[in-house]
């Protein structure tokens, strides 16, 4: 009989096991890596490309392209797209990131040869039609508008305009810029960007040799290049000199604070170490930054840190919103728990604490055969391979409070960190 008065066994985290994907190249240059779970009968298959150059003064294209993609083609409406996905029972999605954009679905494999050729027609032919691109761009303005009210999206905004500039990673869009969208500019993008020899195509679920060669054939040799390589080199950061930025807001009840300056990303070798000292300060629910302005000050409902990994760069961040007559008293307190990692040795239990619960936290995220894959586009986009995260589990493991310490000291200079209020200060 189950005895509630003794705990659980619990056993630490050696190492994470991570499936191998299959890979192969196909004819036109598109790279396919696969994993098979061989289980249920459904497949996930992402077209993932990188983003072309950012111009500044096109700085929307990139964006636009991306989120006009199914609505529409020479040969499917918009309606016909989405009906024909919804019969056949898939889903079908793009998303826009700052380093690659990408266009997604889920299809059950009996229904591949009908819904493969849906997606074979938005890569090849998608037409950005004048009236879709004039709804996006009514619509966006409106969002853009509702966002601008929002001391949190503002404070973002001017935090990534300080670290990067007016680059990709930069881009604070303005209204004009929606205005000034065309459609021979989609297009022209598109056709450079969209192509295969700028395409990972990445498969994950029952990958049997069917599906495999179902999709592969259907995106080989007829699926051509353009004329014009993808170029996908981007412009040099241009992090501003100014360290304070402060917008009022008179009647605001609540001010938005972002605070934190550029970053070593996943390919650094101190990465996994400093993302052990940032889950300390504030990543996650336990961390000093909530026991301390959260649990013991009352100043806010939540606040955190993180470390943001791009290709070309990264972030240290910390963000929350404060009661507005709190905010410096706030900021204050952000400032005592930065230093104190720079001064005193994190206590031995509150570091066995975190890694626990980093370990468990990678582990509990490998729950399905799609999660093995999103693992590895971390990695390989970050031009890492899989043995990544054996190194990053052994450094959460054996990492020290005195490294911690030395990497405090190293990467966390409050007086060198950016810092943005919207609201009150």
């Known amino acids: ?4 008065t003794t705990a659980p066994d619990f056993r630490t985290i050696n190492n994470i096991n991570l499936i191998e994907p299959g890979h192969t ?3 036109n240059g598109c790279q396919v890596y696969w994993f098979n779970s061989g289980d249920q009968d459904l497949v996930r298959v992402e077209w993932i490309f990188g983003n072309l150059r950012f111009d500044p003064a096109k700085p929307l294209l990139n964006l636009a392209v991306n989120a006009l993609l199914n609505e529409g083609t020479s040969t499917l409406s918009a309606a016909q797209i989405a009906e024909t996905v919804d019969y056949y029972g898939a889903f079908l999605q793009s998303d826009y990131g700052y380093d690659q954009s990408q266009l997604t679905m889920y299809s059950l494999n009996r229904h591949l040869q009908h819904t493969l050729p849906v997606v074979k027609s938005i890569l090849t032919d998608s037409q950005f039609f004048e009236q879709e691109l004039e709804t996006y761009i009514r619509n966006q303005q409106q969002k853009l508008q509702v966002s601008l009210q929002k001391n949190d999206i503002l404070a973002r905004r001017a935090f990534n305009k300080a670290l990067y500039g007016n680059t990709i990673y930069g881009l604070t869009a303005e209204a004009q810029d929606f205005q000034q969208l065309q459609r021979t500019d989609l297009l022209a993008h598109f056709k450079q960007m969209y192509q295969p020899s700028n395409c990972t195509l990445i498969i994950a ?15 080989n040799t007829d699926w051509q290049n353009a004329a014009m390589p993808a170029d996908t ?16 807001k008179p009647n605001a009840l609540q001010s938005a604070i972002r605070i934190g300056g550029p970053a070593i990303n996943r390919t650094h070798p101190d990465f996994p170490a400093v993302q052990v000292l940032n889950t300390v300060l504030g990543g996650y629910f336990g961390s000093r930054l909530m026991a301390n302005i959260r649990e013991d000050k009352g100043y806010t409902y939540g606040i955190g840190s993180g470390i943001s990994s791009l290709k070309h760069g990264g972030a240290f961040f910390i963000a929350s919103e404060v009661g507005a007559d709190v905010c410096r008293s706030a900021v204050e307190e952000i400032q005592k728990e930065v230093n104190l990692l720079k ?9 066995s604490l975190v890694r626990n619960y980093m370990l468990g936290s990678l582990l509990g995220s490998l729950e399905n055969v799609f999660s093995h894959a999103d693992k590895f586009k971390n990695a390989h986009f970050s031009g890492l391979d899989n ?7 052994e450094v959460v493991k054996t990492v020290t409070a005195e490294q911690l310490m030395q990497l405090a000291n190293k990467y966390l200079n409050f007086d060198d960190f950016y810092k943005v209020i919207v609201g009150k200060y």
């Open 233 to 248: 080199t981007q412009p040099a950061l241009q992090p501003e000199q100014e360290r304070f930025y402060f917008t009022e």
């Open 343 to 351: 001064t005193e040795l994190i206590p031995e239990d509150e570091l």
């Open 1 to 4: 009989m189950l005895n509630r």
């Open 205 to 219: 679920g029952k990958v049997d040799e069917d599906a495999l060669s179902q999709i592969t054939s259907v995106f």
């Open 387 to 393: 043995f990544y995260y054996q190194k990053y589990t």
């Open 25 to 27: 190249v196909l004819d």
